[in-house]
């Protein structure tokens, strides 16, 4: 039987593949030869366009972080507390898309073009703002920490059961009488809180960051 002609397979193809993998199988589970296999493809294959996991998890986080509106985030028309906000919530809201994303864009450094347009700029709009260069490129690392750090309490909400918007004002712990000011407070941390804790916080961040 003469063989059937070669599929072709684009990088699309299978970082959209490897993110299948990561929603069905989780974040260990992403390799060059789980891809290859669910394309029907030879690992060989999967090399000719990344030539190693590391680069494969690193288009990844290019593809995550690709569809952050960076032009609306340095719009100096509109106040630059309103544009970190605007531009936080959606790399969280993106980060709340997958599942393993957080494992994902901590996986290796963030040094993809999409990753360094993002650092670029937060460093950017915290210097308009009159702080100092090696201030705004710490402000900027301390914004996209904040971020990462509340999209992995979101996931572990969600890893447990709990969707965000849902999530139950109640005792974070069985044994929370032990712990009084916890279980009395645990509404206004807890996801979907109104106000919003990572709004809050977020302010209060950068309060800090933009008081110098």
Sequence with gaps: MKPGPRRSVSQVDIVDAAFEILEQ???????????AAALSLTPTAIYTYF??????????????????????????AVAWRDRVHTLAAALRARLAEHTGAVVLVTSGPLEGR???ALNETLIAG???????????????????VHVLGVAAIDAAWRADGNEPAAASAG?????????????A????????????????????????????
Excluded: I
């Design 25 to 35: 199988k989780g974040f260990a589970a992403v390799s060059v030869r789980g891809v």
């Design 126 to 144: 915290f210097m308009a703002e009159g702080v100092a260069q090696p201030d705004a490129a710490r402000a900027a690392y301390a914004v996209q």
């Design 51 to 76: 030539p190693s996991k590391n680069a494969l998890l690193r288009a990844m986080v290019e593809e995550l972080l690709s569809e952050l509106d960076l032009d609306a985030a340095a719009d100096a």
């Design 171 to 183: 005792a974070l712990w069985s044994d929370a009488a032990s712990h009084p000011l916890t279980e």
């Design 114 to 116: 999409h990753a360094l």
């Design 185 to 212: 407070t645990a509404h206004l941390v807890a996801p979907g809180a109104e106000p919003s804790a990572f709004a809050w916080s977020l302010d209060r961040l950068l309060d800090g960051l933009l008081a110098g």
